[in-house]
């Protein structure tokens, strides 16, 4: 069973930086997309972005300048690097995983198999 554990989040001014990790266990393949959505208070989950095991990415709005990911396959780790954070960015961040394929393609919720707990994140003006 996969499990996903996410850490890094926290309060923040406008304008400041947070890195948030994505640890996997219990996987011990070598296929995957994975990485983060995010879901505000009254909004539906989107997506922020995901990364292959390919290493290909898949951003999905305006994160994208402002939001980095990377992997640290020894580490089993994927990481989210948030900077110029947004009061709009506030939201519970939640790691995501499918297995079924080494590339990123959807944010379709379904195709991802495993989630993880959520960490906060919350930006103040």
């Known amino acids: 069973q996969v499990q996903l554990v996410e850490s890094g989040g926290g309060s923040v001014q406008a304008g400041g930086s947070l890195r948030l990790s994505c640890t996997a266990s219990?996987?011990?393949?070598?296929?995957?997309?994975m990485g983060w959505f995010r879901q505000a208070p009254g909004k539906e989950r989107e997506g922020v972005v995901v990364?292959?095991?390919?290493?290909?990415?898949l951003y999905q709005y305006s994160g994208k300048g402002r939001f980095t990911i990377s992997q640290d396959k020894d580490k089993n780790t994927v990481y989210l690097q948030m900077n110029s954070l947004e009061p709009a960015d506030t939201a519970m961040y939640y790691c995501?995983?499918?297995?079924?394929?080494?590339?990123?393609?959807?944010?379709?919720?379904?195709?991802?198999?495993?989630w993880g707990q959520g960490t906060q994140v919350t930006v103040s003006s």
């Open positions: 995501a995983a499918s297995v079924r394929r080494p590339f990123c393609f959807t944010w379709a919720p379904n195709e991802y198999n495993y």
């Open positions: 219990g996987y011990t393949g070598s296929r995957y997309c």
């Open positions: 990364i292959g095991s390919d290493g290909s990415t």
